[in-house]
Every structure is written in structure tokens, then in C-alpha cells.
Nanobody, 123 residues
Framework: QLPLEESGGGLVQPGGSLRLTCAGA??????????IGWFRQAPGQEREALSC????????NYADSVKGRFTISRDNAQGTVLLQMNDLQPEDTAVYYC??????????????WGQGTQVTVSS
């Protein structure tokens, strides 16, 4: 079992940017051999899949509302997975989660979740 931990959330003005990091919670842990997805959940709404990167580096993008603004990537040197978020809008306010998926494909089921990090977009 590999616990996950998200970081990089916070308060940002509309039009601003944030970069979220998904990392293994244990010291020295790496996500390089895992399929990782990013999700978000706004108050009163269902959890929404945003994007995913497979163990081979393939990328899947799901949410039309963030296409062209959010980019998933890997930092293999650090063993982390990043979510770059640009041109943030109030509608992006949510708790953001990363998750490990089963297998090498982004079509797999979620294996485990991080605890989430709050992103608030407000003037």
C-alpha cells in the first residue's frame, strides 16, 4: 500500500495559476511505476475525473471545463505527478484529489486516494 498526499492548494484570484503535486506520503516514495489520476469535488457535487497519466506516459483528459487550462505531467526525478492549473475561475473551487489506479492503463479502477487539497478561487 502506498499512501498518497496532495499539496499546492490554496487561495488564488481569478485568472491565477496553481500547481498541485501528488506524492507518496512515505519518505523516498515514488509514483513513477503507478498510474495516477487527478479528480476534484465541489460542495454538493459528485467527484469529477480531470485527467490521468499511465505508467507509460499516456495522458487522458476527461473534463471539458478544464481542457486547455489544466495539464497533468510527471516529474520522474522527484517521483511525483503534477497538475498545472492556469486561468483559474471561481467554478474551479473544489477539493482536489490524486488517486492511484489499478494497472498500467488510465481505464482502470481507482486503487487508493489521497486526502485532498483545497483550491479556492476568489477575488
Amino acid at each position: 500500500q502506498l499512501p498518497l498526499e496532495e499539496s499546492g492548494g490554496g487561495l488564488v484570484q481569478p485568472g491565477g495559476s496553481l500547481r498541485l503535486t501528488c506524492a507518496g506520503a512515505a519518505p523516498g516514495a515514488t509514483l513513477n511505476s503507478y498510474t495516477i489520476g487527478w479528480f476534484r469535488q465541489a460542495p454538493g457535487q459528485e467527484r469529477e475525473a480531470l485527467s490521468c497519466t499511465s505508467t507509460f506516459g499516456d495522458v487522458a483528459n476527461y473534463a471539458d471545463s478544464v481542457k486547455g487550462r489544466f495539464t497533468i505531467s510527471r516529474d520522474n526525478a522527484q517521483g511525483t505527478v503534477l497538475l498545472q492549473m492556469n486561468d483559474l475561475q471561481p467554478e474551479d473551487t473544489a477539493v482536489y484529489y490524486c488517486a492511484r489506479k489499478i494497472g498500467t492503463s488510465c481505464s482502470g479502477r481507482v486503487h487508493s486516494w489521497g486526502q485532498g487539497t483545497q483550491v479556492t478561487v476568489s477575488s
